[in-house]
């Protein structure tokens, strides 16, 4: 049965902020939201038992412990959510996991700011990053002086999926999209939504220059993920211009 399994059940929060790192272009929100668990030492709060969640179990290196693919991951003295996961999800998946989420979201009255990469060679220039909202998440963007699109475009994957979800309920929530590279792991990009995107949304610091510091390293280590992502050939989580439909 669908559901969010609650591990910690002593951690208290209170309409928390929630940064979703579901896989996608660039491979920003999982670069993003792995940095973040790892900067605060953010407790394992749950496990995600949605339909659409692939049914393994991960484990990392140098780490024996196995684990559920998909989790959440809380501070309290920050009242934020990270939603992790380690696996990508099937697109044809992708609407049960946002249902099951969503009701969540509902019952524990979360904010939350999905993440998303828009494909765009890199130049060597810094990735633009702009914000789209449901409810009062664009009066929110608008508040952290944090720009608009400047052409028509859409979020397709899971993240597609639950911003659509939050559409259709008429639920606060914020997506973020940031220039990526269409190819390879992008830490510069998952540097500016956490420094341009999260940071302002959410009025918590979170120190990034590690993620350009230490770029290739994490390149190398999401690197083989990247690639099943594109071998399976899934429709990940990405911005696209709207104008390829038309």
């Known amino acids: 049965m669908a559901h969010i399994n609650v591990l910690a059940e002593d951690v208290s929060l209170s309409e928390p902020t929630l940064i979703e790192g579901l896989p996608g272009v660039g491979l920003v929100g999982k670069i993003a939201a792995d940095h973040a668990v790892e900067e605060f030492e953010m407790t394992h709060y749950a496990n995600v038992h949605c339909d659409g969640v692939p049914r393994v179990a991960v484990y990392q290196e140098g780490d024996a412990t196995l684990r559920s693919p998909v989790r959440l991951y809380a501070d309290e003295e920050r009242n934020l959510l990270v939603l992790q996961s380690d696996v990508p999800i099937r697109p044809d998946s992708a609407a049960e996991l946002a249902d099951c989420l969503s ?13 998303s990469g828009i494909p765009k060679e890199q130049a060597g220039d810094v990735p633009e990053l702009y914000g789209v909202g449901v409810g009062d998440g664009t009066q929110m963007l608008a508040d952290a002086d944090i720009g608009e699109p400047a052409e028509a475009g859409l979020v397709s ?4 999926a639950l911003l659509n979800d939050a559409v259709e309920r008429g639920r606060t929530a914020v997506g973020l999209i940031v220039e990526s590279d269409p190819q390879f792991p992008d830490p510069a990009a998952a540097r500016v939504i956490l420094e341009n995107g999260i940071e302002p ?3 918590v610091e979170i120190p990034s220059d590690d993620l350009v510091d230490h770029a290739e390293d994490i390149r190398d280590a999401k690197e083989r993920l990247a690639k099943r992502m594109q071998s399976a050939d899934e429709e990940s989580t990405q911005a696209r211009p709207l104008g390829m439909y038309q």
């Open 103 to 115: 009701n969540w979201f509902d019952d524990e009255a979360i904010l939350p700011v999905f993440l």
């Open 157 to 160: 994957g899971p993240t597609g």
């Open 201 to 203: 949304l959410t009025g």
